[in-house]
Structures are given as C-alpha cells and as structure tokens.
C-alpha cells in the first residue's frame, strides 16, 4: 500500500531581506516588508517536501501539503506541486490574530481528515520566528510519536527508522507508524521542479478550506500568549581611523585599541 504522508508548510518573508526593507505593525505586532512582497515558502520546509518526495520514490506514496495563509499563499503552494507533491490544502488564516496553539489546532484538524496518515513532515523550524513548536503541537494533539531534527529517513514495514542530526553527532531513532517528524537543511537540497512540473502545478485546484468547516468559529479564537512589543535590534558602528606614517607605530597603536577593548 502506498503510503499516505503529510508535509505542513509556512509562508514567510525572506529571511534575507534587508532590516531597512522592513516594517513592524504596531496593531497586529507583526513584521511586514516596506514594499509587501510576496511571501516565500520556509527553507526548511522544503526539505521536509524533498524528503516526502524521496519517500515517495522510493516505497510510493500521497504526497498532501497543507498550509495555512491567505489567499496571496497558493502561488506559494504552486512550488511543492511542481516539485511533485499530489495535492495541496490552503487553511483560510482568521482575520482574529492567532498563536501557535490555535495554527497547530488548525492544522491538526485539517490533518485529521485525511485519516488513516502513515506520517507527517515539517521543517525543522521557520526561519522567521525560530520558535519550532508547532510540530511538536500537533503530534500532541493527534497522539502521534514525534522525532526532530531528522536528517535521513528509512522505513521497514510499519516502522520508521530516522537519523537525528545533533550537535555532537548523529543519533538513531525508531518508532512505530504513524508519526511525525521534523526535517533538517542536512537531508538534502529540494529538487528543482521540472517544465513538465510546473505545468502541472498550475493546472491544479488547490483546496481551500475555513476554520468555520473545522468546527472553529472565529469568534471563539483565544490566545494563550499575547506579543507584548516588537523592536528591531538597533546596531551602532564607530570607525576610527588610527594614521601614522610609521607601520610599525600604527601597529602598536592597534594592538593597544583592541587590548584596551578586550578583543585580544
């Protein structure tokens, strides 16, 4: 049988856009770009599509990527399509401001309607909160085993058995089906999609779903945490010159600066 896998993905603002490029707004306490560009798909989530699509070579599956987002978020959904994903399921975001709690909600239950799932990829984090939660959220909410940080994957019957990239080496992990786990950058660099991928992509429905069909209404939304204030780093910079003719003098006079600094 096939297997039946779901990946969650984020849309996001570049990581690499410049801080003078953004903005924060005050009433929604989010970060926003000057010129509201198009939001991208997480990095890491796209190692978690490529290590879906590599699952899906090699044993044959489903691939479904849900996200939740506004309507602006299809064309991001369009590039797992393209990459080979089956189909894809758009969360229609609340217009109440909302937290992780109530996103993994959302997308647990949404998740809960493709039962009977064999697994479940998420990148390892967003690369715009770093939070990493929200996978660990959901298998909670569905009951299901979690394993992060997940650098290559392999499957023997109805077992999962993964190898975690951590900090001092790698580490072998196994657990029954269904489960969840989070995909590192080590697993692989995601695919680049095909012409023929890209064509196919963009003759496909995406789904789009409300809260309301998942038996959330919007004005019972809470959330647990509330964003009290956001602030750009401010960063200042100071550049002396130190000038003598003589090299030998303005290399002393340095190594001075930077002992008096305590940066040697």
Known sequence: MPLNIIVCIKQLIDPETPIENLTIDTHSKDIDTIDHKELITNGFDLNAVEAALYLKDKYGAK??????????????????????????ILINKPNTPIDSATTALLLSKTISLHIPFDLILCGRQ???WDNAEIPFRIAENLNI????????????????????????GLQKAKTNLPGLITITNEFGEPRYPSLRGIMSANKKNI??????????????????TE????????RKKNCEFIQNENNEYAAQALTEKLKN????
């Open 63 to 88: 691939v479904t990527i849900i996200s939740l987002g506004t309507m602006e978020s299809q064309n991001s959904l369009k590039r797992p399509l393209a990459m080979g994903a089956d189909e894809a």
């Open 126 to 128: 967003a690369s715009d």
């Open 145 to 168: 085993s979690c394993i992060s940080l997940v650098s290559k994957i392999e499957i023997n019957e109805s077992k999962l058995i993964a190898t975690r990239a951590l900090p001092n």
């Open 207 to 224: 789904k789009q779903i409300t809260p309301t069909f998942l038996g959330i209404n919007e004005s019972d939304i809470t959330t647990k």
């Open 227 to 234: 964003t009290i204030r956001i602030n750009f780093q401010t």
């Open 261 to 264: 600094l305590n940066l040697i």
